[in-house]
């Protein structure tokens, strides 16, 4: 089975430059979670899809990041203007549910966004 | 706001002796708590996972434990070796398929 694929695994732009990061989760998960980690802290929480529907966008950063996911397959995470700040490994995460209770949560391997 | 606070962030042990990594957590409604492991330039894997209505779980080498009074929980890996070297990342969420909160990981290093 493919698991979550992430695609850039790097991505290193200017300031003020736009980057689109895609998640492909795996076939059939209706759950796709994006997180970020800046270095040395926690892995923080951004927002999750279920479906094509946003069902929890509280982690966004601000309104320099847009996600989508349509077609409920996979997901685009874009960030325009990026600033410093956006830099750390963004990973995305889809799972199942059944009956009601959150299955294992499978996560990509991360995009490193370096941004200078 | 929720948060998990995790100890210790580095943690250098023997092999075969014992290691054992603590978290707590804020949010009381929390009732889902996994451990993800992540090996350098690899992705976090689920190693183990308890749920509010038990308070150990084992799984070979590994145990977590689950306080849920004190809102702490804890992963206990027995008999280390050196491919137990790795960030692992406790969490917590209120189940169903709400959000994990995070710890801020622990970089555990096993010397042979």
């Known amino acids: 089975e493919a698991g979550v694929t992430q695609f850039p695994s790097h991505s290193v732009i200017e300031k003020g430059q736009t980057v689109t990061l895609r998640c492909d989760p795996i076939s059939g998960h209706d759950n796709l979670y994006w997180y970020r980690r800046v270095m040395g802290k926690e892995i923080k929480f951004l927002l999750h899809f279920v479906k094509e529907s946003k069902q929890d966008e509280s982690g966004m950063p601000n309104n320099r990041f847009l996600a989508e996911r349509t077609g409920g397959t996979y997901s685009t995470l874009k960030v325009q203007p990026a600033e410093l700040e956006d830099s750390g490994v963004y990973f995305c995460a889809s799972s199942q549910t059944v009956w009601g209770l959150n299955e294992k949560l499978f996560f990509g391997s991360g995009t490193q966004l370096s941004v200078l | 706001g929720e948060n998990v606070e995790q100890h210790p962030s580095t943690l250098s042990v023997q092999e075969g002796d014992s290691a054992v990594i603590k978290c707590t957590y804020s949010?009381?409604?929390?009732?889902?708590f996994p451990w993800y492991k992540q090996e350098l330039g690899k992705r976090p894997q689920l190693i183990i996972d308890?749920?509010?209505?038990?308070g150990e779980k084992k799984d070979q080498r590994i145990a977590v434990t689950l306080n849920k009074t004190a809102k702490h929980f804890s992963l206990h890996i027995t008999e280390t070796q050196p491919e137990d070297s790795a960030v692992y990342f406790c969490?917590?969420?209120?189940?169903?398929?709400?959000?994990?909160?995070f710890g801020t990981g622990t970089r555990l290093q096993v010397f042979p």
């Open positions: 949010d009381s409604a929390s009732n889902y």
């Open positions: 969490a917590a969420s209120r189940g169903n398929t709400d959000k994990l909160i």
């Open positions: 308890i749920r509010s209505n038990v």
